[in-house]
């Protein structure tokens, strides 16, 4: 809603009158073929014009480059008749799949986004309108067009997006929960096995009735009831296997929005780690990419699935005391998914404190031990002040001199990877060897002596299943290597380092993509918190950068208070009571942990969580006297105490706000006790 409402300021009347042109480019007639997907994405592109304002008759389809490879403008009709209307003034929107790719690659492209700022054209991509005329938006481009570059390489972006569009319609397969099977047409229905289905029915059945996954693995155990589970693969592949029920499976059906029948994509994400390995992690439900309800059969409704996972949290809860003021939610914060824990190594995750509404400061914390086993938070480190360290480290670090060292470093670990690659190969050639000559021995024996011939035949099988091993694992790690920077690519990094800084000071400059480029530039953040917080930044390339901050001061909720401040309250309390207290110190200009005012309840707080010694027990220490002991002493009534002190006839001390004081001893002289005698 938001940015479709940014997107319209940018589309002006002048803009409407003129043509919207959808530039539809397939190279090779495979691609047509079989890339029907991004024939899908792209005509969704004409549905984005239309809903911008374009009538439906003034938008044009190029196409007419399908099927042809094209290797210059000369040979593409379609781009050049672009190019002329374009030129001729004639175009208010340039649609197409990665324009921005294009334009930073492509010296056609490059021309014509030139001759659409002269022309004040607009272009529309996935992701969003751009102004070529706006500087920011050109740079944005430019940006986005070096980032995609490696976004492409790395992340086989293309490929990615036809299956995300696919999966935004809900068709895009995944493989399904035990309980669910595709039929011959695709559709996903109930496993047709009645046992399989009785046993989920059960299981849920069971949960509903005892609220908690533990009680249900219980159930299942002290019954001895097998749990199903389909084999995913291997030789047995789509077989049954009869297993005992454990939490943490418990735990996974409960959270499959599948056995509400709902389809998904992308709870979870994945990371790449510097040696080569790839690290999975969870998204909130937010945070997915699709979520359709209703799609297929399902063992449970989707009131009853949110109502079991509502249940799950309140167990959690139960174990320990999870916030619940502050939900996790999506936030401006940089280094969402990227901050590592410095004690246990989990993933941390970004709680924001809240004032009134408005997100404040981020909270990481680190909880995997809290939510597996009940234990106690590992970590919290308050975010404040994170955020801007990390800035300021990427301005001074992002430029061309640090970037090409960074680059250097990556040449030099693709260097030894060409030589793992060589010692692994050499691995490879020994096992078929190995297995060549199993094999020859196997033959030469006498088929008549069975002992022989078994244990030979044994032995053979083992190197054969040796030399897939083998083979297996060259191919995974040579993929790994072909996905090393091209030249080409890395100077399309070191020319980012230029326009860097510029962006991203800009203030309009959205979180969004300025998220999106902390991801290319770093790849986890370490967080430790001892007397103060230290951060290791890994970046990409593999340099490594430590940063020391401070602790924010932490609030009286949180126990430990400043020291000084502590101490001043304890000085303070002889003669103040806790509203003068915080009057005091907030003139004095100091803030609480959560960096606001002081008042009453804050100081009271303090008091008590550091043991400091109350007013009330100061006072007594020194000899005031309660109203009734003065009443008992000077034999009148309470009411009668109290008059005299509020009019100043006995010295009062208050204690606290609600009137209560403690009257001074009015002396053995005084004309008080005389009166009584
Ligand atoms: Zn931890």
Not at 81 to 95: I, P
């Amino acid at each position: 809603m938001k940015i479709s409402l940014l997107m319209n300021q940018k589309v002006t009347a002048s803009h409407l009158k003129r043509q919207a042109y959808c530039y539809v480019r397939q190279s090779t007639l495979k691609q047509v073929f079989e890339n029907t997907e991004s024939t899908k994405r792209q005509y969704a592109l004409r549905e984005r014009a239309i809903s911008l304002g374009w009538p439906i008759v003034q938008i044009v389809t190029i196409d007419s480059d399908l099927g042809e490879t094209a290797t210059s403008v000369a040979d593409r009709e379609g781009f050049q008749k672009l190019m002329t209307e374009v030129s001729l003034g004639r175009v208010g929107l340039v649609m197409g799949l990665e324009v921005s790719r294009l334009a930073r690659n492509n010296a056609d492209w490059a021309r014509l986004l030139e001759i659409c700022a002269i022309t004040d054209t607009l272009i529309l991509d996935e992701d969003g309108i751009y102004d070529p005329t706006d500087f920011n938006d050109r740079l944005l481009l430019n940006m986005k067009g070096t980032f995609s570059e490696v976004e492409l390489h790395v992340l086989r972006s293309r490929l990615r997006g036809g299956a995300l569009s696919k999966a935004r319609r809900g068709e895009f397969k995944t493989r399904l929960p035990t309980g669910f099977v595709y039929d011959h047409n695709d559709k996903i229905i109930m496993d047709p096995d009645k046992q399989v289905q009785q046993s989920f029915r059960l299981f849920f059945d069971i949960f509903q009735r005892t609220g908690a996954a533990f009680a249900t693995v219980k159930a299942f155990r002290e019954d001895d009831v097998k749990f199903p589970c389909r084999i995913h693969c291997g030789p047995n592949k789509g077989g049954l296997q009869w297993r005992t029920l454990t939490y943490s499976r418990a735990l996974v059906i409960l959270k499959n929005p599948r056995y509400a029948g709902a389809y998904y994509y992308g709870r979870q994400r994945s990371r790449k780690n510097v040696d080569g390995s790839t690290t999975y992690y969870w998204v909130p439900q937010d945070e997915w990419i699709v979520l359709l309800k209703d799609v297929h059969p399902g063992y449970i409704t989707w009131d009853q699935y949110e109502e079991n996972l509502r249940r799950i949290r309140e167990n959690a809860i139960a174990y320990n005391t999870i916030d619940r003021k502050t939900p996790p939610r999506e936030g401006p914060c940089l280094l969402q998914g990227l901050a590592v824990c410095g004690k246990c190594g989990q993933r941390m995750t970004i709680r924001y404190k809240y004032q009134r509404t408005r997100p404040v400061d981020p909270v990481y914390l680190c909880q995997r031990n809290r939510i597996e086993k009940g234990e106690n938070s590992c970590q919290y480190i308050p975010g404040a002040g994170i955020d801007e360290a990390i800035s300021k480290l990427l301005i001074e670090s992002v430029t061309p001199l640090t970037l090409e060292v960074a680059l250097e470093v990556q040449q030099e670990l693709e260097a030894r990877i060409n030589e793992a690659d060589k010692l692994r190969k050499q691995q490879v050639e020994r096992a078929e060897y190995d297995a060549n000559l199993a094999r020859r021995r196997f033959m030469q024996v006498d088929p008549e002596n069975r002992l022989v011939a078994d244990t030979l035949e044994a032995e053979w099988n083992e190197k054969l299943r040796a030399l897939q091993d083998g083979k297996d694992y060259y191919e995974k790690h040579r993929r790994l290597e072909s996905e090393k920077l091209k030249k080409e690519q890395q100077e399309e990094i070191l020319k980012l380092a230029r326009d860097f800084p510029k962006l991203w000071k800009n203030p309009r400059t959205p979180a969004r993509e300025k998220k999106r480029m902390i991801r290319f530039l770093i790849e986890d953040v370490t967080m430790i918190r001892k007397e103060d917080i230290t951060l290791h930044v890994r970046f990409k390339g593999g340099a490594k950068k430590t940063l020391k901050l401070p602790l924010p001061l932490k609030g009286s909720q949180y126990n430990v208070t400043d020291p000084e401040i502590v101490e001043l309250v304890d000085d303070l309390l002889s003669d103040h009571n806790y509203s003068e207290i915080a009057t005091i110190l907030n003139a004095r200009g100091y803030k609480s942990g959560m960096g606001l005012q002081f008042d009453r309840k804050v100081v009271a707080g303090i008091t008590h969580s550091n043991n400091l010694k109350t007013r009330y027990t100061r006072l007594r220490n020194t000899g005031k006297l309660t109203v009734d002991e003065v009443a008992k002493l000077l034999g009148v009534s309470n009411q009668t105490v109290r008059r005299w002190g509020k009019k100043g006839i006995i010295k009062t001390y208050p204690y606290n706000d609600r009137n209560g004081c403690l009257y001074e001893h009015p002396g053995v002289n005084s004309p008080l006790m005389k009166k009584r005698t």
